[in-house]
């Protein structure tokens, strides 16, 4: 993901080798040396590349797939959404977060960005410990009403600070009825040098609330706020995100479900905003990153019935990795195979039904691969999945285990 490394315009390398050492990438290149006791695995005839970052995912949404999937972003989340994530015992939000992350970290995600609504602390402690033992790279956006705020601070000091995997932002819903809590997140954002996190204008209707200028007037516009979806900016709204360099999450999948619009991405690639793509949880249904890679292609060409528009295969390769990298302020640790990075690396397996014959192997990443494709992932030089299969997990058991949690969820009901 790097041009001035390799060819074209994501720096592709034929014939190389790439070496890990100490969580790091330390060499890239043809015909590297093996330094003694090093581990070698044979990725002949295969592509490696760096890890997919998710920015924007809700992995406790595992809990309620396929439900609701007849209702727009309002009825989703009030049949749905609310109904569900209140009722969620401290153990088996346990499962369902281990069960969203497994799916992901086997579909080629090294990192993601989990928004997590108001929690106990309790429910948090066992949220943070799935996360910590999938051993995927994230970032935990915490979300508080004003009276548990201060556990925000908590979480990140006890939870997620002393993870070497983990990073905290804090969430928030831009709203004007909610503009003092939105100014209080952003107070605690910054006092705790993190980013902040918001639903943006996921459907039109949300314009009543005024996000954007709410944002605005608590002084939030910047590279340190991440909006998720802006699917119904404005043309102003798309000039002052430009302009205050804010990042952005696109879901295209879930809007696709919800019947929430299409991102305006090629006007915002055109005005250099940093997007990254996001699965959303619950509402992609399952972990998929090829399947988002497509979406975003595809939405872009349905809408403007031109083949040419933004995003092209290597722009929408480039978004779910270093873009994405970008987008979460990232982009000096993940997100390329350079030297000093962090070690998140997939291997991809062309030699499958669905992928061969080679024909342009870049395309085929994006408009022919699948999960099952991704022979293995490393996070940090660490292997999570080898020879296709998750390392250390029995994924038998981790269905079972969520399939146990669903059922006594609806028993409750």
Known sequence: MDPTAGQGPLGGVEHADVLMADGLVTAVGRGLPTPPGTQVIDAAGKLVMPGFVDVHTHLWQSSMRGGCADRDLFGWLAACNRTTFSRITPADMYRFVRLGALDSVQSGVTTLVDWVDALPYDTTVQYVRALTDTRVRFAYAMFQDERGTPLIARTKRELIDPLPLASAQVATHAARPLQGLNRLHWEIARDLGVMLNSHVLERGEQHADDPVRVLTDIGALGPRLLMNHAVHLTDDELAAVAAHDVRVAH??????????????????????????????GGTNDTSDVFALMKAAIGLQRARALDPAVFPQVHDVLRIATIGGAEAIGMADRI?????????????????????????????????????????????????????????GVEPDRVVREAEAAAARLRATT
Not at 255 to 263: F, K, Q
Not at 373 to 387: C, D, E, M, Q, W
């Open 335 to 391: 997100g390329s195979l350079a030297p000093g990075k962090c070690a998140d690396v997939i291997v991809i397996d062309p030699a499958a039904l669905n992928f061969a014959p080679r024909f342009d192997w870049v395309n085929q990443v994006v408009f022919n691969g699948r999960p099952e494709n991704v022979h293995a992932v490393f996070v940090g030089g660490r292997p999570l999945k080898l020879g296709g299969r998750l390392v």
């Open 251 to 280: 879901c295209p999948l879930s809007n696709m479900r919800l019947a929430s619009g299409i991102m305006r991405l090629p006007d915002l690639a055109r005005r250099g905003v940093k997007v990254g793509l996001g699965q959303d």
